[in-house]
């Protein structure tokens, strides 16, 4: 197993996306802590991941909150030796007329997709840059970077930042071996797969909705050692749907 014996932080991994991700990783050996705000749902994650023969834990965690980053690290560098990879997955959406978002959500969207990206990345660096092989990031942006539908304000703005933070970041860690990328997911099916339609499968050049495990892999890829040439990417996941020209008939 290729990530055997590497520490893997994954944010937002009590469901979701972020919750096949850290599944994922598990299965490939590596150590995996699953940070999360919601104690039931992080647990349940660990749980999984034990039933399958691997390696868990859970710290509770509010990536709104620049001490709960930082004491998150800490404990992962206390009881696992270092960190290898983190994953910065959690987020949420508001979606409302810009005439009726509040300050106050503007600023809790914001804070939780965009500003835990830089806090989180900042203090995991700290330790990876003691590792002898570097370590890698991965922030998982959206589709919603590049395109819109309306009283998506909030949120296509925090996807925006982390497109652009990421190769920032990825400038700024070059100097200390770690490499920094980007995932765009596009439809992300986490819900019921199988009501979906004929249509909605058919927008997309792969004639299929996403699945988690379509973003866990491309995390697998862009953390993969032998991958360190590819940083400061953003790898857009999507089936091919921003890209198919739609026409409605006349």
């Given at each position: 197993?290729?990530?055997?014996h590497t520490t893997v932080v994954v944010t937002g991994a009590g469901n979701g996306i972020g919750?096949?991700?850290?599944?994922?990783?598990?299965?490939?050996?590596?150590?995996?802590?699953?940070?999360?705000?919601?104690?039931?749902?992080?647990?349940?994650t660990v749980h999984l991941i034990k039933k399958l023969g691997g390696i868990a834990?859970?710290?509770?965690?509010?990536?709104?909150?620049?001490?709960?980053?930082?004491?998150?690290?800490?404990?992962?560098?206390?009881?696992?030796g270092q960190i290898d990879i983190l994953i910065n997955?959690?987020?949420?959406?508001?979606?409302?007329?810009?005439?009726?978002?509040?300050?106050?959500?503007?600023?809790?969207?914001?804070?939780?997709n965009l500003r835990s990206v830089f806090i989180a990345a900042r203090e995991a660096a700290k330790y990876m840059?003691?590792?002898?092989?570097?370590?890698?990031?991965?922030?998982?942006?959206?589709?919603r970077a590049m395109m819109s539908e309306p009283n998506s304000e909030a949120y296509a703005a925090t996807k925006?930042?982390?497109?652009?933070?990421?190769h920032a970041l990825a400038a700024s860690f070059s100097e200390e071996n770690i490499t920094v990328n980007a995932i765009s997911p596009g439809?992300?099916?986490?819900?019921?797969?199988?009501?979906?339609?004929?249509?909605?499968?058919?927008?997309?050049?792969?004639?299929r909705v996403g699945r988690p495990e379509d973003i866990a892999r491309a995390c697998l890829y862009l953390t993969a050692k032998e991958n360190d040439f590819v940083t400061g990417i953003n790898l857009v996941a999507d089936g091919g749907m921003t890209r198919k020209?739609?026409?409605e008939e006349s």
């Open positions: 197993m290729k990530f055997n919750r096949q991700v850290a599944l994922t990783y598990a299965e490939e050996g590596a150590n995996v802590i699953v940070a999360d705000m919601e104690e039931k749902s992080g647990n349940e834990l859970f710290v509770k965690t509010d990536v709104r909150q620049e001490s709960d980053i930082v004491d998150l690290m800490y404990k992962v560098k206390q009881t696992y997955n959690a987020g949420k959406s508001v979606f409302k007329s810009p005439f009726d978002l509040t300050i106050q959500e503007w600023d809790d969207v914001m804070n939780t840059r003691g590792n002898p092989e570097g370590g890698s990031i991965v922030n998982i942006a959206s589709t925006g930042g982390i497109v652009a933070i990421t439809w992300i099916e986490t819900g019921n797969y199988s009501a979906l339609s004929k249509l909605d499968h058919e927008q997309h050049f792969s004639k020209m739609i026409y």
